[in-house]
């Protein structure tokens, strides 16, 4: 598993990018892909584009870890 090289949600951009989601999660290219096209993975998409809100992006974690319960 990759380091993530975000310490803190309040360093993330109010939009992720495929690239930026893999490095918060400390995964490979190909598995954020595989990520972000799973239909419970929260993905705006714009265009042929697809972008992540941060605050979704946060919710997701914390359901998919039980932080949030």
Excluded: C
Aim: charged share 25%; hydrophobic share 40%.
């Amino acid at each position: 598993m990759k380091e993530s090289v975000y310490k803190t949600y309040e360093e993330l951009l109010l939009f992720l990018n495929a690239k930026m989601v893999g490095q918060v999660l400390g995964i490979a290219p190909s598995s954020t892909y595989e990520l972000m096209h799973e239909s419970s993975f929260p993905v705006l998409k714009i265009g042929s584009r697809m972008v992540v809100p941060k605050e979704k992006f946060i919710e997701w974690v914390e359901r998919n870890t039980g932080g949030d319960s």
